[in-house]
């Protein structure tokens, strides 16, 4: 995280600076429109946003997320192919000590047959994600997941 050093009055003053989420697809996934969508989504909420973009390399994702240390890791799919792709990339990133701890969620449309059933849910938060969010749910639920994650601003979620 940066820090923004201001002049004043002869003397210096530290702010904090912001925390900061990667917004991300996975390898297969060439859509951006929802890594914009969640870019803006989550600024709203107070955090700086690295968006990897589409088709991302897992080792992209890996060295990414090592090096900048974020609040949250929100990985998207459209294609339809997120419960494959999220369970080889969740286990690749929790297989590093300092990732483990780190909030990892994953959301969109993440089979090509629809909703996921329950069990492929619980398969997918088993493997290490800490929240997954289908895209028959909207919005409203990832907005409160990440509301309450510290360096959030205080905004309301209510209604989204």
């Given at each position: ?24 697809s ?24 690295v ?13 990414e ?27 690749r ?5 300092e ?7 994953i ?17 997918l ?34 209604g989204?």
């Amino acid at each position: 995280m940066s820090e923004e050093v201001r002049a004043y009055g002869g003397g210096v003053v530290t702010e904090p600076g912001r925390s900061t989420v990667i917004v991300s697809s996975m390898a297969s996934d060439s859509h951006t429109w929802n890594l914009v969508y969640l870019e803006l989504l989550v600024g709203e909420l107070g955090f700086d946003v690295v968006n990897l973009g589409a088709c991302v390399p897992d080792e992209l994702l890996e060295s990414e997320t090592l090096s900048r240390r974020p609040e949250m890791l929100v990985l998207s799919s459209v294609n339809g192919h997120g419960y494959q792709d999220g369970l080889r990339v969740v286990q690749r990133l929790r297989s590093f000590p300092e990732l483990r701890s780190l909030p990892i969620v994953i959301g969109g449309k993440l089979g090509t047959g629809g909703p996921l059933s329950e069990e492929q849910t619980a398969e997918l938060l088993f493997a290490g994600f800490d929240a997954v969010f289908d895209d028959q749910q909207g919005a409203a639920a990832f907005r409160r997941f990440a509301a309450a994650l510290p360096g959030a601003a205080t905004v309301s979620v209510e209604g989204a």
